[in-house]
């Protein structure tokens, strides 16, 4: 896949795909608790999406995708897909990935939730994930490179004696929702695609309580820690600028 420069129009589009994509997500702070079943945030997200934000959820269709996100609960790494069955329950830790497109462009994001009480260790991973993915788009900038973000990531995650898992990356996004580059959690310093302004692409760690080997369920679609173990995950989606880096994703909580 080719990598796709934006210019500052397609950048302005992308940053209101993702402030409305912020949105979504404060929607839910107030509803995912629980009881509630994976299903009822599929329905509630793609009614508000559609509804309320008059855009599309793009993941919905997407490669055969049946829904509007992927619920990752607890030894779930990604791609957990919702049920009606599947009720969220006092201690999980639930990673909810969404996607929105409007006028034409995509934004992709997603945010940890704990439900009720959960353990410190729990607590722990979900916490030092998002140092990672922070870590990581904070050494977004122009001349950096690809293998700069990876182990920026990798170090914080390896340090707290998390893996990071190597199956599944983040990616270039824009009037697709996958473009060029693939962006990997781990690397060396130095190595890979040289960023420039006009870049967009996610920054979205999958972290292990155990080792980073995942395996895909029967459904097709599921993947799981190999050990069982806990995995968590965050994500933005980021524009190279002419400075920096900028988070067309960020939710209110997260402005300083």
């Known amino acids: ?9 397609q ?24 009881g509630v ?44 897909m919702p049920k009606a069955t599947q009720r969220l329950k006092n201690g999980d830790i639930v990673n909810l990935d969404i996607t929105l497109e409007k006028n034409g462009f995509v934004a992709d994001s997603s945010k940890m ?21 922070w870590a990581g788009i904070n050494s977004v900038k122009p001349g950096a490179t690809l293998g700069d973000v990876g182990h920026a990531i990798q170090r914080v995650a390896e340090n707290a004696g998390y893996s990071v898992v190597r199956d599944y ?3 270039g996004i824009g009037e697709q929702m996958h473009e060029g580059p693939q962006v990997l959690h781990y690397g060396e310093p130095g190595t890979g695609v040289t960023l420039e302004p ?29 050990d069982g173990k806990l995995s968590a995950q965050w994500e933005h989606t980021v524009a190279v600028t002419e400075t920096g880096v900028e988070v067309l994703t960020l939710r209110q909580e997260e402005m300083a």
């Open 169 to 171: 990356c983040g990616h």
């Open 37 to 80: 079943s994976t299903m009822d945030i599929n329905n509630k997200v793609d009614d508000f999406i559609c509804n309320e934000l008059a855009s599309r959820p793009a993941s919905k269709g997407q490669y055969d995708y049946p829904y509007v996100l992927n619920c990752s609960i607890n030894e779930v790494v990604c791609h957990g």
């Open 11 to 34: 950048i302005e589009l992308m940053r209101n795909s993702g402030q409305l994509l912020a949105k979504v997500f404060a929607m839910l702070d107030g509803y995912v608790q629980a």
């Open 198 to 226: 006009g870049m967009t692409f996610t920054i979205e760690p999958m972290i292990n309580q155990g080792g980073y080997r995942t395996k895909t369920k029967k459904d097709g679609w599921t993947v799981v820690t190999r």
């Open 113 to 133: 939730y704990l439900i009720g009480q959960v353990t410190p260790l729990a607590k722990r991973l979900v916490d030092t994930t998002y140092q990672a993915m």
């Open 1 to 9: 896949m080719s990598i796709i420069l934006k210019n500052a129009e």
